[in-house]
């Protein structure tokens, strides 16, 4: 297949080439793509070439590891925005705590291969709320997978469910007003916690 000149069919402004092709896409269906109407000869091939490299490109996408597109992302990140030294430091302290998945392939990503992280992560001792920064980071890098390589992710990512735990204190309780702390602290007869809690009451 390649470029054509429509028969009939043409546009107000003169455009009668098109292109078309059959190709595979990620999932390995045949597909046939028509291209829009071009002005000449030469726009539609340069439009074919651009689409055959585009297809080529998600050839390769299909052995991609979720290591690699970390490093896409980020370099996609750096290229079109003013990142921070402070930021590219934390992308690089979470992929740390994504050694488990590095190695997957981005196609073939599920949900087990979430769960057993998400375990593994369960295991650490690292804050909760630092997990879900992390599961973000994760996130933000499969998003950009599907709107920039086409990757189906859909049904894997709605599944993933943030981190949660039971014994963690609710903001609304950290703090005290003066007359529960008045009151808390006139029942407390250990000295060190009397003076820590004094310390904590006058640096807030």
Known sequence: MGVYKAKEGKTKD???WFFKLR???????NKQYKSGKYAT??????AELEFRLKIHKHENM???????????FVENRTS???VKPTTLYNYGNKKNYLKC???VKLKDFNINHYDNWKKEMNESNISTRYKNDILKFLKSVLNFAMTWYDFNLNKVYSKMTKFSNSSD?????????????KQFISVETELQKRLCLKYYITVV
């Open 14 to 16: 003169g455009r009668i």
């Open 23 to 29: 190709y595979q896409d990620m999932d390995g269906r």
């Open 41 to 46: 000869k030469k726009e539609a091939e340069e």
């Open 62 to 72: 299909d052995k991609i590891t979720i290591d690699e597109m970390i490093d896409l």
């Open 80 to 82: 079109t925005i003013e």
């Open 101 to 103: 998945l590095l190695n």
């Open 169 to 181: 204190i609710p903001k609304e309780m950290m703090y005290f007003t003066y007359d529960q702390w």
